[in-house]
């Protein structure tokens, strides 16, 4: 099967600091792919570059097989490739309503019917229409997390890249968001591409992982080898023990 996002021999570079070193990572339609590592390891670094918020110095990034400008992404580009944030906080606009938020993404890419889509959204991430009309900062934080996935998910793309989407709120509500992300994914039968240094929520939300040190890929597997501890790499084990007890429930 052709992967829908690939990308090859990738390196960022800013100034002399070398970001990301020779990274490769294919990920399948349809696949949750996780990336992991300690802060700093590259592994943000390769989510902005896909998305075309880093500047990439060498490789190449492919989309459905075909070669994407490491420069430029076009409209056509985000209207199939969404990106979640980390901070809630800071992605949303202040001095907007959801409504607005929610409204900007669809003039956009000039897609119509933006009363259905706009329900829809907030129907599909548990808040309903009552929330429409509210400004961010009367909204808690994982409301917010849930504005911005809506913001995401309202043009319908294929593709989701999540960086960290739930690392600064509560554990309880990190669940919630975790389960709302893996029931939007088999609802829409969406790919994801998912940042964490959280052990647990990689093996609750995906199906294979790459493990990233210094701008490097050290190792792949999948989440049923990091649970068994059937792993090569001693940088790997290390993490493992570092998030002791990292194999948890995730409410339902």
Request: charged share 25%; with cysteine.
């Amino acid at each position: 099967m052709t992967a829908i996002v690939s990308a090859e021999n990738l390196t960022v570079s800013f100034d002399d600091f070398l970001a990301l070193d020779n990274v490769s990572i294919d990920v399948a339609p349809g696949e949750s792919f996780g990336l992991v590592g300690e802060s700093g390891s590259g592994k943000s670094t390769l989510l902005r570059a896909i998305a075309g918020l880093s500047p990439v110095t060498d490789g190449r990034i492919t989309l459905d097989g075909k070669p994407l400008d490491v420069k430029y992404r076009d409209k056509a580009f985000y209207r199939q490739v969404q990106m979640v944030f980390q901070d809630p906080y800071g992605s949303l606009h202040p001095r907007q309503t959801v409504d607005r938020l929610l409204q900007e993404p669809l003039a956009i890419h000039g897609v119509a019917d933006a009363e259905r889509r706009i329900l829809r959204a907030l129907d599909e991430v548990g808040l309903g229409s009552s929330f429409r009309f509210r400004y961010s900062h009367q909204l808690s934080g994982g409301q917010r997390q849930r504005i911005a996935i809506a913001r995401a998910l309202i043009i319908e793309p294929q593709i989701m890249l999540l960086d960290e989407p739930t690392s600064a709120l509560d554990a309880s509500v990190q669940a919630e968001v975790l389960n709302l992300l893996e029931q939007v994914r088999r609802d829409r039968k969406l790919t994801y591409i998912m940042v964490s240094h959280d052990l647990g929520v990689v093996t609750h939300m995906c199906e294979r992982l790459a493990v990233m040190k210094n701008g490097k890929v050290v190792e792949r597997l999948s989440s049923s080898d990091l649970v068994a501890g059937r792993l090569s790499e001693d940088y790997t084990k290390n993490l493992m023990v570092a998030s002791k007890g990292f194999v948890r429930d995730v409410a339902v």
